[in-house]
């Protein structure tokens, strides 16, 4: 019996295969972009700019605290924070609905421990 060698490859299978995975990549990537804690932010007419190394406290609709993803306590907030640099980015993202008074504490807690690069994160207006 002669065995003989292929005369051409279906590549059709391959082409479904990349299209398969190019999908399952942009739909992971617009969850990775917008972040695992929902927070709708407010407007404002000035572009953020990027800041590279730098801490990220967030406020939910629900008034709830995280630092860097992980949630939090505000007194845990506070020992948590005490033991960075002073001179590390801190951005405060905070629901456009989170109570005026949770936002407050925030900022006040930043301003206790003397951190002096702090910004809030808004989105641009249309």
Same mark, same amino acid.
């Given at each position: 019996?002669?065995?003989?060698?292929?005369?051409? $490859?279906?590549?059709?299978?391959?082409?479904? $295969?990349? &299209?398969?995975?190019?999908?399952?990549?942009?739909?992971?990537?617009?969850?990775?972009?917008?972040?695992? $804690?929902? $927070?709708?932010?407010?407007?404002?007419?000035?572009?953020?700019?990027?800041?590279?190394?730098? &801490?990220?406290?967030?406020? !939910?609709?629900?008034?709830?605290?995280?630092? !860097?993803?992980?949630?939090?306590?505000?007194?845990?907030?506070?020992?948590? &924070?005490?033991?960075?640099?002073?001179?590390?980015?801190?951005?405060?993202?905070?629901?456009?609905?989170?109570?005026?008074?949770?936002?407050?504490?925030?900022?006040?807690?930043?301003?206790?421990?003397?951190?002096?690069?702090?910004?809030?994160?808004?989105?641009?207006?249309?």
């Amino acid at each position: 019996m002669e065995t003989r060698g292929f005369d051409s $490859i279906n590549v059709i299978p391959f082409i479904d $295969i990349m &299209l398969v995975l190019l999908t399952i990549v942009l739909t992971t990537a617009t969850f990775i972009n917008s972040g695992a $804690i929902p $927070i709708k932010l407010p407007q404002a007419e000035a572009p953020a700019g990027e800041i590279k190394g730098l &801490l990220q406290v967030d406020i !939910d609709r629900q008034g709830k605290f995280y630092l !860097d993803g992980a949630a939090v306590e505000l007194a845990a907030l506070e020992a948590t &924070l005490s033991g960075y640099d002073r001179q590390r980015p801190v951005v405060v993202r905070a629901d456009r609905q989170v109570a005026l008074q949770a936002f407050v504490g925030v900022m006040d807690l930043l301003k206790r421990l003397d951190f002096t690069q702090v910004s809030l994160l808004t989105e641009a207006s249309r």
